[in-house]
């Protein structure tokens, strides 16, 4: 099987095809309000015509999982208890959780919702309901061109099972697979500006769009921007969970950083973060868009813009 195609990034490598659905568990906790997102909208980039990332984010993204979540009939609960005791306050500056080096032991759900730094910061209110959906079962097909390790396991590890605030399950999800938390932000403000509901790589193959879409259709979506096609099995748990959209992401961040992707030549090996940042977007191993990209992820880890948000 041939490498993706540039403008397929690391979620994007390619996998099986599996028929199998995604079942949603509306775990209806916290506030009550609405949320959408994949590589942002750098459709020039992809060669797909369309709005850039900040237009096809806001617009997409606040009609898009609203409308969802109407259709869907979730109910909503009382926020919890604890929320007014919680800081109203964005993230520090200094990481919560450190990248751990390939082969490290990675800490369980259980123990990453424990370490969770809470706040009710939420800087992205319309996200409340995919920010608390789980799925009741995950279903996807072993991935193509990797490690028997990268099936055996990291992808039994791919739950989604944890809600929160946006913050919350970034965190929890880069304490999970032992990445920086913020440079899980930076990737998640690069790709969706932090709304799950954004819909992008707007392109006009009907064979390419989902289930019920039409020309142009979304290919690539949540908070991490996931395309569905090379990822049989996500859609549409991608667009209905936060928390399952950035487990997912980083679970094949992992994979990469472990050196477990057979298709990769060159330099290639296990702990080679920033490159395997690159192959987020690019889906080729350090060739002029992943180096492009990579340097972009690091100018916004440095700057860190999602302080300055209000909420």
Sequence with gaps: MSPPRAGARLTEIRMATNTDGQQAEDVRVG??????????????RHGHPGPTRPQLVLLLGLLGLSALGVAAGFRLQAPPA?????????????PTFRTLPAG?????DQDCARRVRRSAWEPRPENWTPNH???????????????????????PRISGRFTGTTDEIVQWASCKWGFDDNLTRALAYNESLWVQGARGDVQDD???CTSGESVPCPTSFGLMQIK?????GTYPMSVRSTSFNVDYALANLRVCYEGQVKIFGGDYGPGDLWGCVGVHFSGHWKDVEASRYASEIKGIY???????WEG
């Design 82 to 94: 604890d929320l007014v005791h919680r800081a109203n306050t964005p993230p520090p500056v200094a």
């Design 133 to 155: 959906t789980m799925p009741a079962k995950v279903t996807i097909p072993d991935w193509g061109e990797v490690a028997e390790d990268a099936n055996r396991l990291i992808k």
């Design 302 to 308: 440095r700057t860190m813009p999602w302080r300055l």
């Design 104 to 108: 490290a032991t990675l800490p369980s």
């Design 228 to 232: 569905h096609y090379y990822h049989p």
């Design 31 to 44: 506030l009550g309000r609405a949320g959408r997102g994949q590589p942002g909208g750098r459709q020039a």
């Design 206 to 208: 009907r064979s390419k």
